[in-house]
């Protein structure tokens, strides 16, 4: 059996305050116990991040990052839309069963209100494209007209609801549910 490879600081760091943050919340995640969990002396954490918002926002950005490839894995633009669709319904479902700890950082941070700055990590070609597809017609995507608040109550807030569910979906009824939501949302 392989050794594990023990995390850098910088990771170890992130996985205390994620952890921290599933079980506390954001405001009781003092540095001190991010220290104690990660190992990393109070020191060598401001060494990385100037600050525990800094941890935050940096981890806030490295679970978009994992988001952002995994929604877009087996993406091409030459891919019929409804494929695309399907496929990353797919990816979302998986993505968001394998990852309930970072999904649950992940919406705290993005309902709590918390003050870190907007996402720094710039989109890249692929996925500003693979997003362009998925907007409204009159944006130049291939999506129906409604506020943008109804596309995502119909499609990746279904998504995340079915993923946070105890018995796994088997593949085909996803791609049926995928399918059927796909004849909903997209411009007629």
């Known amino acids: 059996m392989a050794a594990k490879t023990k995390p850098s ?9 994620l952890d921290i ?7 009781d995640a003092p540095m001190s116990l991010v220290a104690q969990r990660s190992g990393a002396s109070a020191g060598v954490i401001y060494h990385y ?3 525990k918002e800094a941890i935050i926002q940096a981890l806030y950005e490295r679970i978009s990052a994992l988001k952002r490839v995994s929604l877009l894995e087996g993406f091409s633009l030459e891919q019929d839309p409804r494929d695309t669709f ?10 968001y069963r394998k990852h309930k ?10 309902h709590a209100g918390f003050t870190c700055a907007p ?13 362009h597809r998925f907007s ?15 596309l995502n ?19 085909s009824l996803l791609r049926e549910i995928a399918e059927s939501m796909w004849q909903m949302v997209k411009a007629k």
Not at 136 to 148: A, C, D, I, M
Not at 153 to 171: D, S, W
């Open 9 to 17: 600081k910088r990771d170890a760091i992130h996985d205390a305050m």
């Open 101 to 110: 700890r970072e999904m649950r950082f992940y919406e705290q941070y993005t």
């Open 153 to 171: 109550e119909l499609t990746i807030n279904l998504v995340v609801r079915l993923a946070g569910q105890r018995r796994k979906l088997p593949e």
């Open 119 to 131: 996402e720094t990590t710039p989109m890249d070609e692929r996925a500003a494209a693979f997003f």
């Open 86 to 95: 399907i496929r990353g319904f797919l990816n979302a479902y998986t993505f």
């Open 21 to 27: 943050v599933v079980e506390r919340g954001f405001h």
């Open 49 to 51: 991040f100037p600050s």
């Open 136 to 150: 409204s017609q009159s944006k130049g995507g291939v999506l129906n007209e409604w506020p943008s608040e109804v």
